[in-house]
Each structure stands twice: as C-alpha cells, then as structure tokens.
T-cell receptor, first 114, second 112 residues
Framework: NAGVMQNPRHLVRRRGQEARLRCSPM?????VYWYRQLPEEGLKFMVY????????ESGMPKERFSAEFPKEGPSILRIQQVVRGDSAAYFC????????????FGPGTRLTVL | EDQVTQSPEALRLQEGESSSLNCSYT??????LFWYRQDPGKGPEFLFT???AGEEKEKERLKATLTKKESFLHITAPKPEDSATYLC?????????????FGKGTLLTVNP
C-alpha cells in the first residue's frame, strides 16, 4: 500500500506529557501538510513542510507545537506538555509537488489527553 | 480569509432517493475546489477537483458541479455504502495556495 501512513493511530497522554505523531508520505511525494480536526469542527491547516524545511507554520500554535520533516524518515508533529484542548484527530497529507492541487490524506492519529 | 460553508449538516436518504449537498465558498481567486469523503475513524478520501465555473465531474453515483459561489455534490440513486461525511475544501490562488480550507462537512446516511 503506497498511501500516506500515520502512526500511532490512537495515542493517549496525560496532561503535561509529550505527544509525537509520525507521518510517512506517499511514495514519491516530498510535500507534507498537517491538519487538525477538533470535535464538531472542520479540518484546520497547521503546517506545511518539505524535506528539511518548514515552509509555512502559520496554523500551528506558537507554543508547545513543533514539526519537522528530516532528510531521512517520517515527518513528526510534536506536542509538548499536552493539555486537554489538544485532544483531536491529527491528519497528515502529502502531495507530489507544491503546485500539485491534490493532497492525499492518511488515516489520522487520534490524540486523547486525560 | 477563505471560507467554506456546507449544508445541510446532516442528511438522511432512503436507498435510491437522489439529492444534492451544497458547498458555498468565498475565496480570493479560486485555485481549486475539492470534494472528499470521510468514513468514521478514517482520513479524508479524495473524490474530485473542480477548477472553474461550469465544470462538472462524475464518479459512479456522484457528480460535482461548480459555480462562482458554490459547488454541488449530486448523489443519484444512493446506496447504503454511500453513507459517509462529505467534505468540501477550497484552495485560493494567493501566496498560501497550498492551504486547504475545509467546511464542517455533511453527514450523509442512506437507509436500506
């Protein structure tokens, strides 16, 4: 299956812990996007990355959240000192090129903060 | 700021009962309008991209159309397996032309 892969699918953390979410893009895709889906809300853009570069992080909270897409390995969305409001589904999408309109989504990671 | 509003929020149909979902949008220069299907516990699955007013695309029982202000997803003779949340999203042609702005979706239930 050459689709976008995310792990873990479900993640439970206590308040104050760290959450690490991983995303492997589709084969051949070098553009990764992270979106967050809060209950009763639509998907919201968080960050756009290319290999080793953050292109746009305007949708990501400035504190506690960070993202990377290293030269080797998956993209990682990191949330430090999680709070209950961070509970949501986090989706990763990838595209072939920046100018490629279609973004293909992974199955998501559902984060629950106790 | 780009905005997308989908209606209705939820729609119940009997199998075979055709209907349409609406997506109204405001965007500074439309680069593309996208329809996705999302099943419970899964990620959005790409359905269509529409680029300009008057364009139509079809896939099985689904047909998407586009005007300058809205898009419709027509479902002809739906089956229970068409039950899902249908998401509409837009991309503007400005500097952040990679961002998808999503609506909240329409939850479609098709009863046998």
């Amino acid at each position: 299956n050459a689709g976008v892969m995310q792990n873990p699918r479900h993640l439970v953390r206590r308040r104050g812990q760290e959450a690490r979410l991983r995303c492997s893009p589709m084969k051949g895709h070098s553009h990764v996007y992270w979106y967050r889906q809060l209950p009763e809300e639509g998907l919201k853009f968080m960050v756009y990355l290319q290999k080793e570069n953050i292109i746009d992080e305007s949708g990501m909270p400035k504190e506690r959240f960070s993202a990377e897409f290293p030269k080797e390995g998956p993209s990682i969305l990191r949330i430090q000192q999680v709070v209950r409001g961070d509970s949501a589904a986090y989706f990763c999408a990838s595209s072939l090129r920046q100018n490629s309109n279609e973004q293909f989504f992974g199955p998501g990671t559902r984060l629950t903060v106790l | 700021e780009d905005q997308v509003t989908q209606s209705p929020e939820a729609l119940r149909l009997q199998e075979g009962e055709s209907s349409s979902l609406n997506c109204s949008y405001t965007v500074s220069g439309l680069r593309g309008l996208f329809w996705y299907r999302q099943d419970p516990g899964k990620g959005p699955e790409f359905l269509f991209t529409l680029y300009s007013a008057g364009e139509e695309k079809e896939k099985e029982r689904l047909k998407a159309t586009l005007t300058k202000k809205e898009s419709f997803l027509h479902i002809t003779a739906p089956k229970p397996e068409d039950s899902a949340t249908y998401l509409c999203a837009v991309q503007g042609s400005g500097g952040s032309n990679y961002k998808l702005t999503f609506g909240k979706g329409t939850l479609l239930t098709v009863n046998p």
